[in-house]
Every structure is written in C-alpha cells, then in structure tokens.
C-alpha cells in the first residue's frame, strides 16, 4: 500500500489499544452534556493521549470526522469516519492494482472472431525472462514487438504495440489451387509462434498445420512447410522453448496427445528435415505425423498417446514439472502427463475429476512459486490443487459469477488473471491467493471474448473477439509515461487549505482526493452510474466539510470526500449541463447552461426557490459577495441579486453602457417555489411585466462570449472600488457594483490572438489574480492596485460615452504554459506559493514562479520538498515590491471629485450623500431563540419581498461630518468606521451605528453640516413600516457577516431596499425624518423638532427636472451627472 501523509499523521491514533481510552475520554470530555465535542474539547481530549500532534492536524481531524457540519463530534461519527476510513483504505490500494488505467479498444475490420493473439517482441529488445527474479514493483523497459491476431476465417493481422495500423494478409489467398476451381475457405482453429525459426504454425480444420516465414516485416510473408495430421483435426496446439530445447505439441478432436521435442531447434528445426517430401500441387515440402513417428534420430523425439476420450480444448506445457496438462471440452476432466525421454517411454498421467455432475477444468495454469495448479470451472470456482493430488483441491477462490474460461500466469508480477463468461477479470496474488484487482470489460460486451493474450513482458492484457480491448498494466516505463491523474477529461479541481488536499473530478465521474505533501491520492469514489461519460461540476458547501457534485442527471448530491460516503440527494432535478454552484450559508445556488433558471436550494432539502430573469439567455457564471449573488449570461448581461429575498439590485453590460444600473420594478426578475414534486409552482414577478427582450437594448444579439465572473470579496464596496471581475474574449474587465458606480478599468489578459479565458481565481487576500486560457497558458497578476479610481493617474483612458475607463493592466508577475489545451481550474495555497492547475486528464503542481513540481498520480514528492506554511507576512520570490502577501487595506490618495455641471436647477448630490452616510441601522437585537425565529420565519415567508422593511422601531441619525472642498481622504491601513474604507467584514449588522463620526486625527470644519439624532420617543404610526426580523432558513438565523452586505448599505434609496427614504415628504417639509407616504410635516406623532433642524428650501413645483431626477423626488438617479 502507498504511504501517504494523511494516513501516518492519524492512523495510528486509533489502534485498539487506544479506542477505548478515547471512548472514555470522549465521555468526560463532553463537559456541555451535548453528546458531542466541538473543535477546543476535541483538541484537548486527543492532546491528552497525543502530545505531540500538531493543533492543525487534530482541527482537520475533527472536520472530517463532523460530516453534518453541526459543529460537535460524538461517538457515533467518530466509529462511522474510521469504518468508512477502513474500507476506503483498502479500495485505495493502487500498488496492487496491476491494471489501473481504462481499456484501449481497437476496432477491426472483419467480422469474425479473433481466435488466437499472439505478441513477438523484436530480437533487439528481447530479455531474458528472469520469472520470480525480477522485484515487485521493479520498473523495467518496455519491449517492443509485434502482436499477431488471426481469425477463424482466416485473415492475419500484424499490429504495432500501439495497435494503430494493422498489415492485413488474407491467408486463403496463399495456397494453391486447381486450374478453373474456386478458392476454399479456411477455418483456423489456432495459431503458434517458433521464435527461434521466425515461423507461424496455423492449424485448420483441413487436417494440416502450415507453418509460414514469418519476419518483422509483413510484406516477406510466406508459406514454409506444412506437416500432415491424417486421421484427425488439430484443435489446440502449444510450443515452448529454452533457447535450445523446443517442445511443440497439439491436441486433436479424439483426445490424441502428439508431442514433438527437437533438442537443437536453432541447428536442427523443429522436425527431421529427411522426413520432408515434395507434393506435386503445392509450392513447399511436407511432412506427415505418421514418418516423423517412425524417425528414430536421437535429436529428435516424437510421441503420440490418447489422453482421454474427450476433444482436447486446451494444452499447457510446465518445463517446472515436466509434464502437460490438457483439459477437454466437457470440462469433467483433466490429465497431467509427463513429458517422455525416449520414444519407448509409456507417458505417465494423473488424471484430475470432477465431482458428480460438476464441471471444474474449462482452463489450468501453474505457479512455479507457490507449486499449485490453479482451474478455472464452469460453476465459476478457481481451484488449487496440489500436482501429485489428484482426489481434492486444497483451496476454492470465489469472485467469479459465471464459468471461468481464461487463466494466465504473470511470474514477474506475481499475479494470475482470470477472465469469465460475463466478461469480468480478477487479479489474484500468486501466494497469498487473494483477489487484488476486478473490472468489467463492458466495451466488449457484444460477443464472447474468444482469445486472451497476457504480455508478461509488458505487462499487457489484450483480449479479442471481433474487436480489439487492450489493458497496459504497472511495471513498465511506458506505462509510467502514460500515467495521468484521470482517465477522461478534467472537469474541475478545488483545493481545501485545511485538510491540505486537492480534490478533482473528470467526466466520467471518478473523483479523486490527492495530498498535496505527496502527490499520492488518498481517496477515490464514483459519483456517477458506470456508463456515465460527461461534465460533472463540484463545489464545497459553506463549510468545506461536503463535496456538492451535480451531473447530466441533474441529481445534487452531498459527499463526505475523505471516505467516499454519498450523505444526502437533494430532493430537486436541476440542469444537465452546471456551470455554477454558488454556497451561501445554507443555501446552494445551481446554475445550468441554455437554462436561464437558477436554482436557490436549501442544502437540508426542505425551502427550494428558483430565480429567473429575462436579461440572462442562460448563466454562464455565478459568485457571490456576502449575500449578493452576481450572474453572468452569454449575451453579456449580469444581473445581481439579493441572495436572500431573490431580489434584484443591479445589472450591467459592458457592450452597451459602462454604467452600473440600478435595478427598479420593470427591471425585477422573477421568483418561485419548487415543491417536492419538482415542478415550479407559485410563480410572482417582483416587477410590474416581464421583459421580453433578449438584450438590454431591446435587439436580438448574437452571442458571441461566455463571461465568466469573479467577485472580489474582501474589497470594501465602494463608487471608486472594484469588487466584481469580468472575462470576455480574452479581456477582464473591473467593475464597482454599486449605485452610480460602473467600469473602472480593463486590460488584454491573453497573449495569443482568440485566445479565451476559460478560468479565473484569487488568492484569499484577493492581490493576486490567476488566469488560464484556451491555450493551455496561465498568468499571475498583481491586482492589489487594479481597480481603484483614485490610484489610476496615469493613462491610457478610453472615454465612453462621457465614462472614463482605465487601460492600464496589472502587473504581470508570470506566466507559462501548463497544459497543451485549455486550463480548467487554477488555484493556489493560501500563500500562493504552489499552484494547482487541472487541463486535459491532468492536476499538475507548481512553483509560484512556473517551476514544475509533478503531476498528482505520477510523479511522487516528500513533503519536505513542499513547504506550505501559512505565513501571511512571507514576501514570495520574484515578486515587486509591493507584491506582498500580508494583508492590508489600500491607502487612497486624495483625489479631488469633478465638480457636476452648472444648472438652473438646485443640486441635491451633497445633500445626497451625506443622506448616504447617516442612514445605518443600529447594532442587530439580542439573538432570538428558535421557536421565535421559526415563527418569524414562517411568518416573513407570506410577506411580500416586495415590501420596504426596517430592522428596528427607532430610527438613530447620527452626525454627518462632510469634508470641505468635497474631497476625500485617504484612509490609513486597518482604519474602520468610515464610508470607502470600512473593512468588508463589517457587515449591516454589526455596522456601528454612525459611519459619520469624526475619524480619529481628524477635526471637523466650520463649513461641516450636524444632524442631530432624533429622539428616541419618536413612536412609529400605523402606516409606517414594520421591523423586518433577522431572516432565517431552515431554523437558523442568518445572523452572521451574510446578513447584510455593503452593497445595500451605499444604496438606501432604491426600490426594495432595506431602508427607504421619503425624500418628497422630508425635502418640502425642509425637515430631515423618515415620515410614512402622504403624511405631511410636524404631524408625526410624538415627534420633537427643535430650532437646530436645519430647514432646507422647498422644491418649487413650477421648477422643471430634469432626466436624471425621478418625478416623485423619492430617488436619485444611479447614474453620475
């Protein structure tokens, strides 16, 4: 078994001596009473028995072992993960898999079965066979030869090692006939090859063998001699030699034995060359059996005896013992004869029987190590027998369901293989007489396999019946070369920086878990039914303890990746081709190609949505920023959306405007529940009608892209900050995703002209970008001042539309190629020092710096080669200097905001923004239990998402501080508390509760406009809104970072937020309060203005506005004057 790093580090933690220490340690460790140990018990109980573990591994231990991701570990998972550890364990034993790679199957022209392939190795490259002295496991060269295959009507076949292009020669076309006849039809019953002479002996069912020269080169083949058999029809024959001894014997359809021994086979021929005649009609001499029987010459032996009264169906000669064995075609009996010295010797023979009515000898082969004959019966039993025991066989191997027909010796490898009717092969150990290996060849289920050929040399198994099947097996340099981390395709490769493992999964379903220390995989399951061949797309759910797999079935299925267990179905069909599978919380988002569906599931299967708008043809890409969820069409649009409520906030397209759009009712999706029965049922739109146009424009576009996005999701939202990514044709593209902001900046991030590209990832501190193309090429870019407005100085700028958009392009770290085709996946450790790329049926590793490391599955390395230590300070080779891995917030230069052009009509942007900063809701409640969150759940899910609601009964105004000039300042690394430079963990609720305050150092001026806070005895009145509880799905309350972003907190003033402002109201009443619709000035009950409001001047109503202003004065338009 492969030694790898994930078993030495834990394995030997849980012996049987130490189990039942841990059992009692779990007992008292349960300090809580929960039945479980969450990560710090877990940590503490297992340090007690192992000090010396490190904390890293136990807290990877214990993930794996908590598959429900609730948190705690108790008894019951712990003896489930070591079970299933156990049996994944020993499927994952590849050094006893002779044959792990797939078949390899060469079609035939004729129709007619193959029934004898032979392989001959070029004298060149011939070794000698060494049998039981070769090493296990030894590499050896790979010998190349030729493989001969002949079918019953008789069409030879010479094949390179590779099978590419056969040399056919029709041999019924070689033998002469009578002048005005027709040609006769052959029947080949089989076929040897005499290496020594170069001659191919057929046997036919015209009782005569031919044997034909038979070189490396086809077109000199031709007819040597033929040997006359007169009273029977040869079946089966055998030739063995050592280099000078040659033993040549057949078996007929009466149960005769003739054997035929030259001693000097190099010198003398395999027959006495005075016993040859000439025949009048053929072209080449010929001898009979009956005048070689008669030869009494001492370099010569010839001997023919009855066996049995039986057809002889198989003969195998043992030089170990000296003797044949030969089985007949009713499979009752087999015979061990030994080999004669003389002419005069009487055979001796041990005859071998079936039991009663039972049928045990169809095939037999013999291992010179162990000294057994191993039979293969039709009741679809192999039996060990001892040689001189013929009574009872000492052991039965079951495994096979069908009668077994094939048995082939690999002394080299230490191995037997056998074949049965159902066209199942077992590898069994030569000693220890177990099954090490069993496949099914399903590409060859349209006949019976007629012949078998095990190159011992090569360790090759070829199997025919009208077509061709090959298996390359282990132990060569060739196979070594040949070796790839999947047998199909990539699909997709993740990589999980806790458990150090990078898990893969190609098309026909294979996942596989490899150790990134070793290059060796430690986990290997199928998630798809057998004859599956197609994408497969794979994600980690929200807490990187599941594997989420969707195929073409449309099935979404959770996975515990360390020991292969299937967890769960979700009880919903989704598309059949994925692109995207986005995890929010609990909440798993599908989206699938030509669907413009996608599906928002809940991961326990009990609160399943779907989401559609008419501005995504399909979804070509999805990511998610908290709990906003950003798609991306074919057509270019990309729509986002609040992942809770399913609302929409923004879409864009970068063909058609670089301005971020804000979303309102017309531009709404729609949404709808799907039941158990998986049809879509109560169907609402959020807007007032459907858009049925294919584009933004309203013109049917050809789709020409398929965007894939990427969301930057520890940037700080903000008009001059970058937090979504975009590719297309070979370009990306930054945007702000957020109210009035739009595309900052794009560059070519391909080299080679239509290229494409086709992955996109981050670092975990998001500075560095990585990208794989069409090509097979990857780049690494600096991107930690990409994407800031007020760091962009210098040019190029495009001017679209009156938008400026920055052309100056990251820095290039590197970049190389890594696959001869497209990249599928490129990812990196959290350092970014080793990279991850999966293309073509291969995972590959590398340096940071395009140094390559191995491929996963081939090549092997020590974890000492690898370092990963998470050093998040480590400044990485090569890089500039302003490349560094630490993690810190960009300091932004003051940049002086373009003043907006004069007009007539007053100008609320000041007044608009600092609205913009106030407007924070106060710190979350205390948690609710969760009887009261089911109940505000249930109730919330018949209110309509439509609907503005608050988080609290008060509204809290802080202060607005407003620097004069109307700049902004640049905010220092690890400064929170202030609009543009809040960090982006800072969510809605646990925002402070002024954003406004004065930052520290800085002192206000004059010119600083202060809201005073309202009181809080202001009561709300009836028509005023409700407080909106904390959402919750599932019984659990999103009460996390995810329950707000800070998107929603830049843009109060749209439709459906979680705020609105009465800004028609409070700007003619010049007081600044949230009052409800319709209701004038000073009526709100309870309310206490005081002299130090600040009264603004009321619109006129004669005054004109303008595009850009709405009618109602309640919103702002998204786009900048």
Not at 111 to 129: G, S, T, W, Y
Not at 565 to 585: F, K, M, N, S, Y
Request: proline share 5%; charged share 20%; glycine share 6%.
């Amino acid at each position: 078994m492969d030694t790898r790093s994930e078993l030495t580090k834990t394995d030997n933690m849980f012996t049987a001596e130490n189990l039942q220490e841990i059992v009692r340690l779990f007992r008292e460790a349960d300090a809580d009473g929960g039945g479980g140990l969450d990560i710090e018990e877990f940590c503490e109980t297992m340090k007690e028995l192992f000090p010396t573990m490190d904390e890293e591994d136990l807290i990877a231990l214990h993930m794996k072992i908590d598959t429900n991701g609730d948190g705690g570990v108790d008894l019951g998972e712990l003896t489930d993960y070591l079970v299933n550890k156990n049996k994944a364990s020993q499927s994952m034993d590849f050094k006893n898999q002779s044959f792990p790679k797939p078949i390899k199957m060469i079609s035939v022209d004729h129709h007619k079965a193959i029934v004898r392939l032979i392989h001959r190795p070029f004298e060149n490259d011939m070794e000698p066979d060494r049998g039981s002295e070769v090493l296990l496991g030894q590499t050896s060269a790979y010998q190349k030869g030729q493989y001969l295959s002949i079918s019953s009507n008789g069409i030879l076949n010479f094949w390179p090692d590779s099978f590419d292009t056969p040399y056919p020669v029709q041999l019924y076309k070689k033998e002469n006939t009578l002048p005005f006849s027709h040609s006769k039809k052959m029947h080949v019953n089989d076929m040897v090859y005499i290496k020594e002479l170069k001659h191919l002996g057929i046997s036919t069912s015209d009782r005569e063998l031919i044997f034909y020269r038979c070189n490396e080169f086809p077109t000199l083949f031709s007819t040597s001699h033929s040997l006359i058999v007169e009273d029977n029809i040869v079946n089966t024959m055998n030739y063995w030699s050592n280099g000078t001894k040659a033993v040549f014997s057949f078996g007929d359809v009466k149960g005769f034995l003739s054997v035929f021994i030259s001693y000097n086979i190099h010198e003398n021929g395999l027959f006495f060359k005075d016993a040859y005649e000439k025949i009048t009609l053929q072209d080449y001499p010929t001898v009979y059996v009956s005048t070689l029987l008669r030869n009494t010459s001492k370099d010569f032996l010839c001997v023919k005896v009855n066996i049995f009264h039986d057809i002889c169906s198989q003969i195998q000669y043992f030089p170990s013992l000296s003797s044949f064995a030969i089985c007949g075609s009713s499979s009752k009996t087999m015979v061990l004869a030994s080999l004669p010295k003389t002419s005069k010797t009487k055979l001796s023979t041990k005859v071998f029987e079936s039991r009663g009515h039972m049928e045990f000898f169809t095939c037999v082969e013999y291992s010179t190590s162990s000294g057994y004959l191993v039979t293969g019966g039709t009741d679809a039993l192999l039996r060990v027998w001892f040689p001189h025991k013929t009574l009872s066989c000492i052991q039965e191997l079951k495994g096979h369901v069908k009668p077994i027909t094939h048995i082939m010796l690999n002394p080299k490898e230490k191995v037997f293989v056998s074949l049965s009717q159902d066209h199942h092969v077992r590898v069994w150990s030569e000693d220890a007489m177990i099954c090490l290996q069993s496949f099914k060849i399903k590409e060859m289920m349209q006949s019976p396999i007629s012949s078998v050929c095990y190159n011992t040399h090569n360790n090759e198994l070829i199997l025919a019946n009208t077509d061709i099947g090959k298996y390359l097996g282990r132990g060569t340099d060739v196979f070594k070369e040949a070796l790839t981390s999947h047998d199909k395709n990539l699909c997709c490769a993740l990589y999980h920086n806790i458990f150090k493992q990078v898990i893969s999964v190609c098309q026909n379903g294979v996942v596989t878990v490899w150790d990134i220390l070793t290059g060796t995989a430690v986990m290997q399951f199928k998630v798809t039914p057998d004859q599956h061949v197609g994408h497969i797309a794979i994600s980690f759910d929200g807490l990187k303890r599941r594997l989420i797999t969707i195929s073409q079935d449309g099935k979404v299925k959770l996975w515990n990746f360390n020991n292969g267990t299937e967890l769960a179905i979700l009880p919903v069909i989704v598309q059949r081709e994925v692109t995207g599978i986005v995890c929010v919380d609990d909440r798993v988002f599908v989206s699938g190609r030509n669907s413009k569906i996608i599906y928002d599931l809940d991961i326990h299967g009990y609160d399943n949505r779907f989401l559609k708008h008419d501005y995504l043809d399909d979804i070509s890409s999805m990511d998610a920023h908290e709990n906003t969820l950003a798609t991306a069409s074919s057509n270019g649009n990309i729509v986002i959306w609040e992942a809770d409520t399913g609302e929409v906030l923004y879409w864009l397209n970068g063909s058609k405007s670089p301005r971020t759009n804000m979303a309102d009712k017309k531009t709404q999706g729609q949404t709808g529940i799907l039941l158990g029965d998986k049809s879509r049922k109560h169907v609402r739109g959020t807007g007032n009608s459907p858009l049925h146009s294919k584009s933004l424009n309203g013109n049917e576009t050809a789709v020409n892209n398929t965007p894939l996005i990427k969301c930057l999701k520890t940037r700080e939202v903000s008009v001059d900050t970058a937090t979504l990514l975009t590719s297309s044709d070979g370009n990306i593209y930054a945007w702000s995703v957020i109210s009035k902001g739009g595309l900052i900046g794009k560059f070519r991030a391909v080299k080679d002209e239509g290229a494409v590209i086709t992955t996109m990832s981050t670092d975990p501190n998001e500075q560095i970008l990585l990208t794989g193309d069409t090509t097979g090429k990857i780049y690494q870019w600096d991107i930690q001042a990409f994407g800031f407005k007020k760091l962009v100085n210098n040019g190029p700028f495009e001017d679209i539309n009156g938008w400026r958009v920055s052309l100056c392009p990251p820095p290039l770290l590197r970049s190389w190629q890594s696959h001869s085709t497209g990249v599928v996946s490129v990812q990196c450790n959290p350092t970014c020092e080793k990279l991850i790329t999966a293309g073509n049926c291969n995972v590959c590793l590398w340096e940071n710096t395009g140094t390559y490391i191995g491929l996963f599955g081939k090549d092997q390395w020590g974890a000492s080669q690898i370092s990963l230590e998470e050093n998040a300070d480590q400044e990485e080779t090569g890089r500039p200097d302003t490349a560094k891995t630490s993690n810190f917030q960009l300091a932004c230069p003051e940049s002086p905001t373009p003043s907006p052009p004069e007009s007539p009509i007053p100008s609320f942007k000041d007044l608009y923004n600092r609205i913009d900063e106030v407007l924070r809701p106060k710190k979350p409640r205390a948690k609710l239990t969760d009887d009261q969150m089911n109940c505000l759940y249930r109730r919330m899910m018949k209110i309509k998402p439509g609907l503005d609601l608050i988080k609290s009964k008060n509204l809290v105004f802080s202060e607005v501080h407003q620097e004069s000039k109307n700049t902004s300042t640049s905010c220092p690394p690890n400064t929170t508390a202030t609009t543009g430079c809040t960090n982006d963990t800072n969510t809605l609720a646990n925002m402070p509760q002024s954003d406004g305050a004065v930052k520290q150092g800085t002192e206000p001026t004059s010119k600083q406009v202060h809201f005073p806070p309202i009181s809080e005895t202001v009561q709300l009145t009836e028509s005023q809104f409700k407080p909106h509880p904390p959402l919750i799905r599932s019984g659990t309350a999103l009460n996390q970072s995810s329950s707000r972003t800070a998107y929603l907190d830049q843009t109060m003033h749209k439709y459906g937020r979680v705020l609105k402002t009465q800004q028609r109201d409070t700007l003619k009443g010049s007081v600044l309060a949230p009052v409800p619709p319709n209701t004038l000035p000073g009526c709100l009950e309870g309310s206490m203005q005081t002299p130090e409001h600040v009264h603004l001047k009321s619109i006129l109503d004669k005054v004109q506005r303008t595009h850009h202003q709405t009618k109602t004065g309640q919103r702002f338009s998204s786009e900048t004057p």
